[in-house]
């Protein structure tokens, strides 16, 4: 069973920038659909970004032009580069994993960001 484990978070100051990582514990699959969900006090869980190993990506309205996903292949790890944060931007980010092959999902436990001044 695949086990994805966020880090990265932490607390930063509007404005700032924070770049989040996302290891599996294991090889993935090369045909993979990947994203970033997270979760604010309050509320549910709501997608961030996504991206797949044919290279679709789709952004949250929200965080269009300021954050950046990515992958690197060979170390089978994603990530999101979160530029100009805000504090609606405070949640708790989750990384999620799913074969193209397969409909079971895979979640991470979270890491906090928090943005605050």
């Known amino acids: 069973q695949v086990q994805l484990s966020e880090s990265g978070g932490g607390l930063v100051q509007p404005g700032e920038s924070l770049r989040l990582s996302c290891a599996p514990s294991?090889?993935?699959?090369?045909?993979?659909?990947m994203g970033w969900h997270r979760q604010a006090p309050g509320k549910q869980r709501e997608l961030v970004a996504l991206i797949t190993s044919g290279g679709l990506i789709n952004y949250a309205d929200s965080v269009k032009g300021r954050f950046s996903i990515s992958t690197d292949n060979a170390k089978h790890q994603m990530y999101v580069q979160m530029n100009s944060l805000k504090p609606a931007n405070t949640a708790v980010y989750y990384c999620?994993?799913?074969?193209?092959?397969?409909?079971?999902?895979?979640w991470g436990k979270g890491t906090r960001v928090t943005v605050s001044s």
């Open positions: 294991e090889n993935i699959s090369r045909f993979y659909v």
């Open positions: 999620k994993y799913r074969s193209t092959y397969s409909a079971i999902e895979y």
